[in-house]
């Protein structure tokens, strides 16, 4: 939570972040910060030092690479994030996740609420969780509220893969990692990701790992048919 004394540090911290050039540092899970709720941004950077910092989030989201940073996984804790995802996947997945482009966008203060009761289950990984992925259900519509880097209100509902990652990084911003909401006997290396789970849904991984999707409870990860673009945990 901010006080006067905590501004100047802030701005200090990003102009040093900033002085070393080039994609930041990403903090891994056991630095604080990510488990602190980031304090709401309310001018602690001036315009410009805002703005190179945005650039300076956007230019470490792409060299990671990754969909979204949240300034927390550079060891700042302000609420900014930004989200960018050009979804270069076969168009199998993207029917099955809805993993749509998603232009550049940076959300200030966002927070999010479910809009309906559908969830959506997706193996998902995390910069600061190098190595990793594992299987979240969330919800499949959220209602974002934020400002974007100019200050003007974002108002707007998120569907499919944007939708996760818009979650994944609010989620940052208050203290929350996506492992606190995954499905811990998904848990899955990203070699053993590569060589038996790419498939477009978990449905396989869930039988073979033992876990649930939702809307299925008491069928633990049943396999669809092989190559189905249904969407599981979607429907309810
Ligand atoms: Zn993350």
Redesign the pocket.
Known sequence: MGTPSDRAPLAERVEELLALGGPLPIVAAGEPVLRRAAEPFDGQLAPALLARFVAALRLTMHAAP?V???AP?VGVGLRIAVIEDPAPVPEEVRAARGRVPQPFRVLVNPSYEPVGAARAAFFE?????PGWQAVVARHAEVRLRARDEHGRAVDEVFTGWPARIVQ??T??LDGT??LDRAELRSLASNASMADLWSQPTPERAASALGFELPGRPGRPGRPGPSGSPGLPGSAS
């Open positions: 990754g979204g940073l949240a996984q990984g995390c910069l600061s969780v994944h990084e989620d940052h990692l996506y």
